[in-house]
């Protein structure tokens, strides 16, 4: 699938949602562990038997499969609660998912305590490409492409050549970092028995750099270019390495991640208040996202052109194959596979007789049955 810059301005329609009243809580409880069954994989470090969900008081039945706490407190430490699932989705705590008992307009109560922060002096100990998150992008991607893309993002790195995802507030401040282990062939997160991810931020707490009530509060990955560049449209992604892909080839546009499939929470979205916004679900998570655009419309309404415009793109949902949908592939995805198969594609031409480069100029399907089957001109 090609893309072209038309596609990322592809806006779909959006209608202003009613507003009622709450409906009395009801009484919720984390799932009692009776064998692996009632421990599943954790939203955060994907580790298996490690995510005890919460549990309606009155069904019994679990409030949402990402709204628990990973028993991996010190290594993930995700703890998603009711009340913050309630919040972040504007809905009654007895409701299901449905726009029929949104609450009025309110904003995020704040948390206690100062959201906590790390001295930027982290931030520019760890600056490095030596990481194989960089050296897989360096396949494709030019050196000055790269060096763009890792100033633009403070990208860092570990002495094992993890990549730190620094995560900068619109303001400047450091909420923390997500250190993550990349095949440098593959582009592909490497998942080990102590999880994929690692915080910087734990790690600050376990040496007593940090204290122990350090009070995380995430923000998108990204968020500080926000303030460099006050007038340029937003692109929402989940993940920091479509983030990082996406900026690079489309430089006009701001590209935040989210983090996770659940990382676009109300308090997270505040930053967005009067921004012209699309968001770029991975496939599998339109209708998730769909419905969070319409929230955030809700939340932030336009008034005399100042509020925000959110979108949720429908590009991939339409494109993909049937085996691209059940794989979730994201837009970093189709990026590389476009890219690498113009590197392909321009080395493959080098050795063309006349002949049979007329064929192909003819024809563009046999080069890519050419590269595919790895075929030789004899």
Request: charged share 20%; hydrophobic share 35%; proline share 4%.
């Amino acid at each position: 699938m090609l893309l072209h810059v038309t596609d990322f301005l592809f806006f779909t329609t959006f209608y202003k949602l009613p507003s009622t009243n709450y409906i009395l809580p009801s009484m919720h409880y984390l799932q009692k562990y009776k064998g692996k069954s009632t421990r599943h994989q954790c939203p955060a470090c994907e580790t298996n038997h490690s995510f005890t969900q919460y549990l309606n008081g009155d069904t019994h039945e679990p409030i949402h499969r990402n709204v628990g706490i990973c028993n991996r407190e010190t290594k993930c430490g995700y703890h998603y609660t009711p009340k913050q699932y309630f919040m972040d989705n504007q809905m009654s705590q007895s409701s299901s998912m449905s726009f029929k008992n949104i609450p009025p307009l309110q904003k995020s109560s704040p948390r206690v305590g100062p959201v906590g922060s790390i001295p930027f002096s982290y931030v520019q100990q760890s600056a490095s490409y030596k990481s194989n998150f960089v050296r897989f992008l360096c396949e494709f991607l030019t050196v000055e492409q790269m060096k763009q893309a890792g100033e633009n993002y403070a990208l860092g790195a570990t002495k094992s050549k993890e990549v730190i995802f620094w995560q900068i507030d619109i303001t400047g401040k450091v909420r923390t970092g997500k250190i993550m282990q990349y095949n440098p062939n593959t582009g592909k997160r490497i998942k080990h028995q102590s999880g994929a991810i690692d915080w910087v931020h734990n790690k600050l707490k376990k040496t007593g750099i940090l204290p122990e009530d350090f009070n995380l509060q995430q923000c998108f990955f990204g968020e500080h270019l926000l303030k460099i560049y006050p007038e340029k449209f937003v692109a929402i992604v989940e993940s920091e390495k479509s983030a990082i892909i996406a900026s690079i080839i489309f430089p006009d546009l701001i590209w935040l991640a989210a983090g996770n499939l659940n990382g676009l929470s109300i308090e997270k979205c505040q930053v967005l208040n009067g921004r012209d916004v699309t968001l770029y679900p991975d496939l599998g998570a339109f209708e998730k996202w769909n419905e969070k655009a319409q929230l955030l419309n809700y939340q932030f309404p336009s008034q005399n052109g100042e509020g925000s415009v959110v979108r949720c793109s429908t590009l991939l949902e339409e494109e993909a194959t049937d085996i691209e949908r059940e794989n979730g592939l994201d837009i970093a995805d189709y990026i590389v596979l476009e890219l690498t198969l113009k590197k392909t594609t321009s080395e493959i031409q080098k050795t063309f007789s006349s002949n049979l480069q007329t064929m192909i100029d003819r024809n563009r399907a046999l080069l890519v049955l050419i590269n595919g089957l790895q075929l030789e001109e004899s």
